[in-house]
């Protein structure tokens, strides 16, 4: 047994460490690191600074433009762009409908919307929930009805999330009510320019627009448009969901919070000291430190096991559990760090284009709470921490 | 012992429920934080003409001499309704300070208009460098001429930026933490020398940062005698927890309510999603956390008469549990709730954010852990107690 990287896996590592250095954009790192909301342009340029590298499809084979790293080398980079402040790259096309695509879509589909991903021309977004279908997806409502060489789409999809910004999303619609659950439902995309869709915002706790509700009202979607076979969309969404919790672990984005938290209880002030001089706050942060040195060699060893291909399966359950629960810690332990200027609440502070709103106490602790509240997130979407427990009592378990 | 109300404060429970549940629906609240105070003058105009103003205040200051039963019973209802009127920062924090430390003028100046809805207050108390901590004060006040010049910094001072009066500790002596030395001054916001910047905090309400720059106040804006306000401020902080601690109840009732309301109408694989035990046992361990945190605010208030080192202990305890049952009962109903539990348009998210910042507020349960950990224990127990 041997937990050490290899000369080849340390030198892959430094090599995306320049490239960071060289290529991410500045001021949107900056933006990352003081907790501020990032505009569309900003994923974009990160994007593109991606895929001029080569380097955005990390899931993907080498033939469809993917760099066909294993599960190391993808662990090895997300903790590089995460310790360097880099924006999560937005999953929907290049790590969710695009390993669908290259799975179940047709030559042309892949020919038509792999490439369009790479270049940033289309923005994807997922639209499975409903409002009456969440946990239980497969109980979903929108309809689909074939007419000629359409289908047409009525129904409601809801908690898209960046849908503002999106032009295509990707839809699981009923086709035959009158199968069994699972077994009606087709895996369909769609272009958020055709008549009769509709997208209105969700205004979340934090008074962030995230999400979005998006409503279908007879929109005309070519047949052609369906991915995989008629009736059987669940296999493709399944399919995708073992992508979704692929790198759940957020063990990267956890590290370097745990480095911000650090920083924050280093500049914070408590009668007249640091607060990182406080034995009960250097407590409270060597526990949350010690269940992510957990976390990242759990992670390391699921990644391990699966280093040979394929994905991993109820384990990654395991690592989404856990990897939001730490998460969530940290942010808490964020927000208390600044004491009573967790109580500002200075909207237009934590705006990309607020930066010359002056935060109320120290600059650090503008976004803390309005962040605590945002992540409690974590442990509802891609399946909720409940569903994962579930999961895990059925698949490892057997209960 | 009696854990019941006696006729009067039953009165009183009727009265402020009443008013919070016709007047405070979760829409007007929203309506209410948007008016220029953040709050309804026209709310807080009743508040005073049903003489609620006037209920901790003693009888010959105009009041009706309610202790902390009766205040418990204000904040519960206030933590209901979650409202935003500023009833802690003008009667339990300013006017409680202005009783304990003004001299009969200075009360006669100030109560009434108080009492009667026409001044409101707030307590400057904390500083950017002190965290929680009420006795570190950097803020000087030099004698200058016959009066005073206050010269420092106060930290996210609640309903600050629309108080007619402000209530400032400076120290006149010694250093940061000590007893000694801590002076209240009462401020005019409008005059020169005082900076306000006001702010919406998360959870719905209003504070702001005050600079003193050199701001000359006359000889009678100094409250009580000369450095020696610490054992006043210690007992009206103590008042505000424990009328933070009934709000919290009262937030987390609600909370509780609208969960339990959820699991039994939110449909998921074919039934109401409160069929499933974890969330069953997730709502139960909430209803044990809402018990508990009731029997503290019932702690609290009734301690409030008691001798300083046994209150102190009991309000510590208090905020400690009051803070840590508040965030699980928060976190709890958010992800209960799921996607709709993260939406502003929902209640439960803005019952949520208060019962988080409930524990930034008068000082956090690590704040209040260390204090218990390190007062002494206090002659007697709960068979001493009245
Ligand atoms: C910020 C955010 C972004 C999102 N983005 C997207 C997106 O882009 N696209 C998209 O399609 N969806 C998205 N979602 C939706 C997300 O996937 C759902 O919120 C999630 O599946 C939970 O569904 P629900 O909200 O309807 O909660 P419900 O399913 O109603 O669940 C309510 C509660 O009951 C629990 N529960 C439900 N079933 C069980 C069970 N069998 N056993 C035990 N407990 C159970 C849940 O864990 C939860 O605590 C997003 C959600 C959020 C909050």
Known sequence: ?399 | MDFTLNDEQRMLDDTVNRLVRERYGFEQRIRYGREPKGYSDETWALLAELGLLSVPFAEEDGGIGGGGVELMVLHQAFGRGLTLEPYLATVVLGGGLVARLGSAEQRAALLPAVIAGELTLALAYGEPAGRYEPLWIETRAGRSGDGWRLTGRKAVVLNGDGAGRLLVTARTAGQPGERDGVSVFLVDPAQPGVTLRGYPTIDGLRAAELTLDGAELPADALLGREGAAADALEAVLAAGCAALAAEAVGAMEAACELTLDYLKTRQQFGGPIGRFQVLQHRMVDMRIALEQARSMAILAACSLDRPAAERERRIAAAKVLIGRSGRFIAEQAIQMHGGMGMTEEAAISHYAKRLVMIDHWLGDADHHLARFAALPEAEGGLEQAA
């Open chain 1, 1 to 399: 047994m041997d937990i050490t990287y290899t000369a080849e896996e340390q030198a892959f590592r430094a090599e995306v460490r320049r490239f960071l250095d060289e290529k991410l954009p500045r001021d949107v790192s900056a933006k990352v690191r003081q907790g501020k909301r990032l505009t569309r342009d900003d994923h974009l340029r990160w994007h593109a600074a991606l895929a001029e590298r080569g380097w955005l499809a990390v899931h993907w084979p080498t033939q469809y433009g993917g760099t066909g790293w294993g599960p190391v080398q993808r662990h090895i980079f997300d903790e590089e762009c995460a310790a360097a402040g880099a924006p999560q790259i937005i999953p929907f096309g290049v790590s969710m409908v695009a390993p669908v695509i290259i799975r179940f879509g047709t030559e042309e589909q892949k020919r038509h919307y792999l490439p369009r991903i790479l270049d940033g021309i289309d923005w994807w977004c997922q639209g499975y929930s409903e409002p009456g279908a969440g946990s239980d997806l497969a109980s979903l409502k929108t309809r689909a009805v074939r007419d000629g060489d359409h289908y047409v789409v009525n129904g409601q999809k809801t908690w898209t999330t960046l849908g503002q910004h999106a032009n295509m999303i990707f839809c699981l619609v009923r086709t035959d009510p009158a199968a069994k659950m699972q077994e009606g439902i087709s895996f369909l995309l769609i272009d958020m320019a055709t008549p009769g869709v509709t997208v209105r915002p969700i205004i979340t706790l934090d008074g962030e627009h995230e999400v979005n509700e998006v409503f279908f009202d007879d929109v005309r979607v070519p047949a052609g448009n369906l991915v995989g076979q008629e009736n059987k969309g669940w296999t493709c969404a399944k399919y995708l969901l073992t992508y979704e919790r692929t790198g759940i672990a957020g063990v990267g984005m956890a590290k370097a919070a745990l480095r911000h938290l650090k920083t924050v209880a280093a500049r914070q002030i408590a009668q007249g000291r640091p607060l990182i001089e406080d034995p009960q706050v250097r407590r409270q942060i060597a526990e949350v430190e010690i269940d992510l040195m957990a976390l990242e060699m759990t992670n390391l060893r699921v990644i391990a096991a699966v280093q040979g291909g394929g994905v991993p399966g109820a384990e990654s359950s395991i690592l989404k559990v856990r990897g939001t629960e730490i998460r969530q810690a940290i942010t808490d332990l964020l927000r208390r760090a600044v004491g009573p200027y967790a109580l500002p609440f200075p909207q237009d502070a934590l705006e990309a284009g607020g930066a010359a709103a002056e935060p109320v106490g120290p600059d650090h602790a503008a976004p803390l709470s309005a962040q605590y509240f945002n992540r409690r997130k974590l442990s509802i979407y891609g399946g909720s921490n409940e569903i994962q427990k579930n999961i895990i009592a059925k698949m490892i378990l057997g209960l």
